[in-house]
């Protein structure tokens, strides 16, 4: 007890952050997608309140082409943790009809996503939206506030953002307005995976070397799998991989990796000279990808 | 790892976004398929060098008009440390995005166009920077290879530039010239072969070098309740943790202080992080406390040390930056967010408007218009518990937000 406390300037923003949340407003959720974002979003929350539990669900939007491995974790997550855990799934936004599901060679429901989360933060009248987005992501990311104020739509108006001072966070809004929070904002993802290594965390385990069926699509390394779109003559071979990011399977591709443990990813992601998000197929649509789909409400 | 913050300023096209990219560049910061998303839109405008703003300027608008309109923050480490950059827009139209910027940020760099010299916009960012109380400034005069590298031309902008240094009224703040090329990289990360009349460092050998335990302005130990936690299972039946981050100075177990506003006397019994308990926190740590008597605490409280009270008042004086379209009238009305303290205003009296051209003059107004700099005084509902912002980073400023539309509509540092 004679320590004096050494501080993770990162980290101590983040726990203020979260309880900034909490305080100013009614019914925030965690968007949970079961990467390592949202799992060190969950870390940092647990801290934030301690030894309270953590005051808000979590919530994940399930486009149903998710990685088996990354279901199967969220759940054993949530159960050790004794976290509440929302769920809302694309599919059924597709059978009522709302939107379409997209075909042929780039299909991907990660579009899709949107409507889904839009209509659950209108079933469960959420009022701020936590996410583990971060700014070093992708180049519209960088413009992000840490409140980001979302209209009725849920639309960003990224022309119009609200000034954000010192630390100084302005949470107040209108009814139906929601706000998007991102507790991670300055953490680059070097910053996330030496987390990651440091607290011990736990993580899906397709973030490590794995051996898998795969295919090569414009020098990308696709998975071979039902939910991805794939031409006669790609041929699928096995090859050694593991994945940076994990979104959707459609739109993620995998990269050439050994590194079975954390300290090997640690070491992998210091050499890289690849960004995370060049593995993001979504991104590779124009270089404006990412700010259209987040005018359109997408995180 | 330590984090430097740093923010650029200067007028529009003076190469901000290009010398932030320049230094991502040169310090191997982009990745592949970034460099390659570079090149491909440079060639694609027809450009025949790499147009590194494209790296940071991450919205179609902004790509679409050359210019930056909104901050973005910019990663990249040395075996030194981590910096973030913001990158800010140099159009007066967008000031309060630069203002985002700067508020966070513990250098600034200030570009020049040699050509041009010092100009409207170049005073108008130094004086923000300096109203911001920005330690360490750097005054890159850029694009020497449209004056052919002239030693005499850098020389004048400098003299021109310290004659705004000599009205300033900063005394602790530290100046540095560069004269750079941000585009073709001269003193950027790498010594510049062709001004060999320059000896001083290269712009990163400056921020590598610099003393980031002085950078901060330090003050009096505050500690703002930002929530109460209270977990109410049988375990922690009783436990009570008033949560926050410590601004200023350090915080010990077993401190007398005093709980604000209502002026109970007490002492810190036990410091919490993450469950382990701690006999002392550093400033800028987000922990929870509990206290040695049974107080009545709550969010917008404050904790301070018993022989350092600040001021507990509900009329002061400010210099108010203004950042709404809607003009600011004296009568009206905003919330007023101190720290995560909030409290009713009512604008009294706008004394007059501050010319940021260091002139000194004073010119009286009856409203204050967007990107307007005045001297204000308010009145409050509740009194607040402030520190002068020259003497308190933190507890010195505070934000306007519109009761109408919810917008940060300006920023206040307390005279
Ligand atoms: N010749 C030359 N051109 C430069 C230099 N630095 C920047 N430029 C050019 O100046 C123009 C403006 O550069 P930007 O980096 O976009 O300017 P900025 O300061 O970010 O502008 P705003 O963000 O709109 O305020 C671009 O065409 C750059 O290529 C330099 O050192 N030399
Ligand atoms: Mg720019």
Same mark, same amino acid.
């Given at each position: 007890?004679?320590?004096?406390?050494?501080?993770?300037?990162?980290?101590?923003?983040?726990?203020?952050?979260?309880?900034?949340?909490?305080?100013?407003?009614?019914?925030?959720?965690?968007?949970?997608?079961?990467?390592?974002?949202?799992?060190?979003?969950?870390?940092?929350?647990?801290?934030? /309140?301690?030894?309270?539990?953590?005051?808000?669900?979590?919530?994940?939007?399930?486009?149903?082409?998710?990685?088996?491995?990354?279901?199967?974790?969220?759940?054993?997550?949530?159960?050790?943790?004794?976290?509440?855990?929302?769920?809302?799934?694309?599919?059924?936004?597709?059978?009522?009809?709302?939107?379409?599901?997209? *075909?042929?060679?780039?299909?991907?429901?990660?579009?899709?996503?949107?409507?889904?989360?839009?209509?659950?933060?209108?079933? @469960?009248?959420?009022?701020?939206?936590?996410?583990?987005?971060?700014?070093?992501?992708?180049?519209?990311?960088?413009?992000?506030?840490?409140?980001?104020?979302?209209?009725?739509?849920?639309?960003?108006?990224?022309?119009?953002?609200?000034?954000?001072?010192?630390?100084?966070? $302005?949470?107040?809004?209108?009814?139906?307005?929601?706000?998007?929070? @991102?507790?991670?904002? $300055?953490?680059?993802?070097?910053?996330?995976?030496?987390?990651?290594?440091?607290?011990?965390?736990?993580?899906?385990?397709?973030?490590?070397?794995?051996?898998?069926?795969?295919?090569?699509?414009?020098?990308?390394?696709?998975?071979?799998?039902?939910?991805?779109?794939?031409?006669?003559?790609?041929?699928?071979?096995?090859?050694?991989?593991?994945?940076?990011?994990?979104?959707?399977?459609?739109?993620?591709?995998?990269?050439? *990796?050994?590194?079975?443990?954390?300290?090997?990813?640690?070491?992998?992601?210091?050499?890289?000279?690849?960004?995370? +998000?060049?593995?993001?197929?979504?991104?590779?649509?124009?270089?404006?990808?990412?700010?259209?789909?987040?005018?359109?409400?997408? /995180? | 790892?330590?984090? %430097?913050?740093?923010?650029?300023?200067?007028?529009?096209?003076?190469?901000?976004?290009?010398?932030?990219?320049?230094? %991502?560049?040169? =310090?191997?910061?982009?990745?592949?398929?970034?460099?390659?998303?570079?090149?491909?839109? #440079?060639?694609?405008?027809?450009?025949?060098?790499?147009?590194?703003?494209?790296?940071?300027?991450?919205?179609?608008?902004?790509?679409?008009?050359?210019?930056?309109?909104?901050?973005?923050?910019?990663?990249? *480490?040395?075996?030194? +440390?981590?910096?973030?950059?913001?990158?800010?827009?140099?159009?007066?139209?967008?000031?309060?995005?630069?203002? =985002?910027?700067?508020?966070?940020?513990?250098?600034?760099?200030?570009?020049?166009?040699?050509?041009?010299?010092?100009?409207?916009?170049?005073?108008?960012?130094?004086?923000?920077?300096?109203?911001?109380?920005?330690?360490?400034?750097?005054?890159?005069?850029?694009?020497?290879?449209?004056?052919?590298?002239?030693?005499?031309?850098?020389?004048?902008?400098?003299?021109?530039?310290?004659?705004?240094?000599?009205?300033?009224?900063?005394?602790?703040?530290?100046?540095?010239?560069?004269?750079?090329?941000?585009?073709?990289?001269?003193?950027?990360?790498?010594? #510049?072969?062709?001004? =060999?009349?320059?000896?001083?460092?290269?712009?990163?050998?400056?921020?590598?070098?610099?003393?980031?335990?002085?950078?901060?302005?330090?003050?009096?130990?505050?500690?703002? &309740?930002?929530?109460?936690?209270?977990?109410?299972?049988?375990?922690?039946?009783?436990?009570?943790?008033?949560?926050?981050?410590?601004?200023?100075?350090?915080?010990?177990?077993?401190?007398?202080?005093?709980?604000?506003?209502?002026?109970?006397?007490?002492?810190?019994?036990?410091? @919490?992080?993450?469950?382990?308990?701690?006999?002392?926190?550093?400033? +800028?740590?987000?922990?929870?406390?509990?206290?040695?008597?049974?107080?009545?605490?709550?969010?917008?409280?404050?904790?301070?040390?018993?022989?350092?009270?600040?001021?507990?008042?509900?009329? /002061?004086?400010?210099?108010?930056?203004?950042?709404?379209?809607?003009?600011? %009238?004296?009568?009206?009305?905003?919330?007023?967010?101190?720290?995560?303290?909030?409290?009713?205003?009512?604008?009294?009296?706008?004394?007059?408007?501050?010319?940021?051209?260091?002139?000194? &003059?004073?010119?009286?107004? #009856?409203?204050?218009?967007?990107?307007?700099?005045?001297? &204000?005084?308010?009145?409050?509902?509740?009194?607040?518990?402030?520190?002068?912002?020259?003497?308190?980073?933190?507890?010195?400023? /505070?934000?306007?937000?519109?009761?109408?539309? $919810?917008?940060?509509?300006?920023?206040?540092?307390?005279?």
């Amino acid at each position: 007890m004679t320590e004096k406390l050494l501080i993770n300037a990162l980290e101590n923003e983040a726990i203020y952050i979260f309880r900034e949340v909490a305080a100013q407003f009614e019914k925030p959720v965690l968007l949970f997608s079961g990467g390592k974002d949202s799992i060190t979003l969950v870390r940092l929350a647990q801290k934030a /309140f301690y030894p309270a539990k953590i005051p808000f669900p979590l919530m994940h939007i399930d486009t149903g082409h998710n990685f088996p491995e990354t279901i199967e974790f969220r759940d054993k997550l949530v159960n050790e943790l004794g976290l509440e855990l929302i769920v809302r799934n694309v599919q059924d936004s597709i059978d009522q009809g709302k939107v379409k599901e997209e *075909s042929g060679r780039y299909s991907s429901r990660n579009v899709l996503q949107t409507t889904t989360l839009l209509d659950a933060i209108e079933e @469960f009248k959420f009022d701020a939206c936590i996410g583990g987005a971060r700014r070093d992501e992708e180049k519209a990311r960088a413009k992000e506030r840490i409140f980001s104020v979302r209209d009725d739509f849920g639309q960003w108006d990224e022309k119009n953002q609200r000034p954000e001072l010192f630390d100084m966070l $302005n949470g107040q809004i209108e009814l139906g307005q929601n706000v998007r929070v @991102f507790p991670i904002s $300055n953490w680059t993802e070097l910053d996330v995976w030496t987390y990651i290594e440091n607290e011990d965390l736990e993580i899906p385990s397709i973030y490590f070397a794995h051996k898998r069926d795969i295919f090569m699509r414009d020098g990308l390394i696709w998975s071979a799998s039902e939910h991805v779109y794939k031409d006669e003559e790609e041929e699928v071979e096995e090859r050694m991989v593991r994945f940076r990011t994990v979104g959707d399977m459609s739109c993620t591709a995998a990269v050439d *990796s050994y590194a079975t443990t954390i300290q090997e990813v640690v070491a992998e992601i210091r050499d890289s000279s690849i960004s995370e +998000r060049g593995a993001r197929i979504d991104d590779k649509r124009s270089e404006a990808a990412m700010e259209k789909r987040k005018q359109q409400g997408y /995180f | 790892m330590e984090v %430097l913050k740093i923010a650029t300023a200067g007028s529009v096209d003076d190469g901000k976004s290009t010398l932030i990219g320049r230094l %991502l560049y040169d =310090t191997k910061s982009l990745t592949d398929d970034k460099l390659e998303a570079i090149e491909k839109s #440079s060639k694609k405008k027809g450009y025949d060098y790499l147009d590194f703003s494209l790296a940071t300027d991450g919205l179609v608008a902004e790509r679409e008009q050359g210019i930056t309109i909104d901050v973005a923050h910019i990663y990249f *480490s040395t075996a030194t +440390r981590s910096y973030i950059i913001a990158d800010t827009p140099g159009h007066v139209e967008y000031t309060r995005n630069m203002v =985002t910027g700067a508020s966070t940020s513990q250098v600034a760099i200030i570009l020049i166009d040699a050509r041009h010299g010092v100009i409207e916009q170049t005073y108008r960012h130094f004086f923000i920077n300096n109203l911001l109380r920005i330690k360490d400034v750097i005054v890159a005069v850029n694009k020497m290879d449209l004056v052919n590298f002239s030693e005499e031309r850098y020389n004048e902008i400098k003299a021109d530039f310290e004659k705004l240094v000599e009205k300033s009224d900063y005394e602790d703040q530290h100046i540095t010239y560069i004269p750079v090329s941000a585009l073709k990289g001269d003193n950027v990360v790498e010594k #510049s072969t062709v001004m =060999t009349w320059f000896n001083g460092e290269t712009l990163l050998d400056h921020l590598e070098k610099l003393d980031t335990v002085n950078i901060y302005n330090r003050g009096k130990m505050r500690f703002p &309740v930002q929530y109460v936690i209270r977990p109410k299972t049988e375990e922690f039946h009783d436990f009570r943790g008033y949560a926050g981050k410590v601004y200023g100075g350090e915080i010990n177990v077993g401190d007398e202080v005093v709980v604000l506003p209502s002026e109970t006397k007490t002492r810190i019994k036990e410091i @919490f992080f993450n469950g382990k308990k701690y006999q002392s926190a550093a400033r +800028r740590s987000s922990i929870s406390i509990s206290l040695e008597n049974n107080v009545n605490v709550s969010r917008g409280d404050m904790i301070v040390k018993a022989n350092e009270l600040p001021r507990m008042e509900k009329t /002061f004086t400010a210099k108010v930056c203004w950042m709404c379209s809607k003009p600011l %009238l004296v009568g009206s009305k905003y919330v007023l967010q101190h720290g995560v303290n909030k409290v009713l205003a009512k604008v009294n009296e706008i004394h007059h408007k501050i010319e940021t051209d260091f002139s000194g &003059v004073d010119t009286q107004v #009856s409203n204050l218009q967007i990107n307007d700099i005045a001297s &204000v005084s308010f009145q409050l509902n509740k009194p607040i518990f402030f520190d002068a912002f020259k003497e308190h980073r933190t507890n010195g400023a /505070f934000i306007l937000i519109d009761p109408q539309t $919810n917008n940060t509509s300006g920023v206040g540092f307390i005279e």
